[in-house]
């Protein structure tokens, strides 16, 4: 299984940007579908955007028209830029691959994201 490592999390005020990026070990990164996750307090984990193979992107309601997900199949990363933030984006958010080749499902450890004035 892929291992993935987030960074760029922490503390923002309402209406700022953070870009998030999830980091993959070993090789085939293309080959993985790739997702962000949050979980806020309290609640479920749910998903928020998704990038496909060939760079389709799927979101959330919530976050449509302020986040966008990106990849580098070069670097093995996949980005979240967040924009316009609100207090209810408030979440522990998580990296998640799915390997179109085993359909094997691989997490990161999460990052915090923290919307307060």
């Known amino acids: 299984q892929v291992q993935l490592v987030e960074s760029g999390g922490g503390l923002v005020q309402p209406g700022g940007s953070l870009r998030l990026s999830c980091a993959a070990s070993?090789?085939?990164?293309?080959?993985?579908?790739m997702a962000w996750h949050r979980q806020p307090p309290g609640k479920e984990r749910e998903v928020v955007a998704r990038?496909?193979?060939?760079?389709?992107?799927t979101y959330a309601d919530s976050v449509k028209g302020r986040f966008t997900i990106s990849r580098d199949n070069a670097k093995n990363t996949v980005y979240l830029q967040m924009n316009s933030l609100k207090t209810e984006d408030t979440a522990v958010y998580y990296c998640?691959?799915?390997?179109?080749?085993?359909?094997?499902?691989?997490w990161g450890q999460g990052t915090q994201i923290t919307v307060s004035e």
């Open positions: 070993g090789s085939a990164f293309s080959w993985y579908i």
């Open positions: 990038i496909m193979r060939d760079n389709m992107t």
């Open positions: 998640n691959a799915i390997s179109t080749v085993s359909w094997n499902t691989s």
